[in-house]
């Protein structure tokens, strides 16, 4: 069975940083794809960044140069340092995977976490 766990959303100051994480279970052995999506109240849930199991990388036009994405395999972990985060920035932050490659529309993930909420306010 598989599990995504988020963890790492907090209250935090415009300009300031977080990092989330994403603990996966029962996709080991698999070449898959692990992602970040957004959604915020009254928006449909949009693309952050995505992750290849070897480590192939795509971001979002709205936070590249701001966030990182990254992955332990060996911890079946993924991350997403935030930084220089801006109100708009405010949202729940989702986990994803999928088998194969990297896309930008949430229907095509199979796998999703609870959400975790990140809110940047002062």
């Known amino acids: 069975q598989v599990q995504l766990v988020e963890s790492g959303g907090a209250l935090v100051q415009p300009g300031g940083s977080t990092r989330l994480s994403c603990a996966a279970s029962g996709l080991t052995g698999l070449a898959y794809v692990m992602a970040w999506f957004r959604q915020a109240p009254g928006k449909e849930r949009e693309f952050v960044a995505g992750?290849?199991?070897?480590?192939?990388?795509r971001y979002s036009d709205s936070v590249k140069g701001r966030f990182t994405i990254s992955r332990d395999n060996a911890k079946n972990t993924m991350y997403l340092q935030m930084n220089s985060l801006k109100p708009e920035d405010t949202s729940v932050y989702y986990c994803?995977?999928?088998?194969?490659?990297?896309?930008?529309?949430?229907?095509?993930?199979?796998?999703w976490g609870q959400g975790t909420q990140v809110t940047v306010s002062s």
């Open positions: 992750i290849t199991y070897g480590g192939s990388i």
């Open positions: 994803a995977g999928r088998t194969l490659r990297i896309t930008e529309e949430a229907g095509d993930y199979n796998y």
